[in-house]
């Protein structure tokens, strides 16, 4: 997937990648962003862990050119892309758990043929 926030104070709301167990099991992010100043440009990934200290309940990961982010996809990770104050862009990539995919697959096709 490509993602581009056009500034404007554009975000992305707190979210895990994988509620529904549909297979992606690590979510792959990787910046594009030439000459990226966090303080005024914004547009930090802000991660949740819930392996972190409760001292430190989050990481803010700035969207700088050539970085590559990788985090799991489900509950244990959620994240918010904070508000972007230009054009911000991200290319995102999941590995797939092959067995939990054909589950989701195998439920969601059962449910829609209801």
């Known amino acids: 997937m490509v993602a581009c926030f056009p500034g404007n104070g554009s975000r992305f709301m707190k979210h895990a990648d994988n509620y529904s167990g549909d297979g992606r099991c690590i979510t792959c992010i990787y910046y594009v962003n030439k000459e990226w100043h ?14 972190m200290s409760q001292n430190v309940p989050y990481v803010d990961v700035e969207p700088v050119r050539d970085r590559l982010v990788l985090f799991w996809s489900d509950r244990r990770n959620l994240h918010e892309v904070m508000p972007t104050n230009k054009y911000r862009f991200a290319v995102t990539v999941w590995y797939f758990d092959d067995e939990e995919r054909r589950h989701y697959k195998h439920t969601n096709r059962l449910h829609n043929n209801l």
Do not use: E
């Open 38 to 51: 966090y303080l005024s440009d914004g547009g930090c990934l802000r991660i949740y862990p819930t392996q």
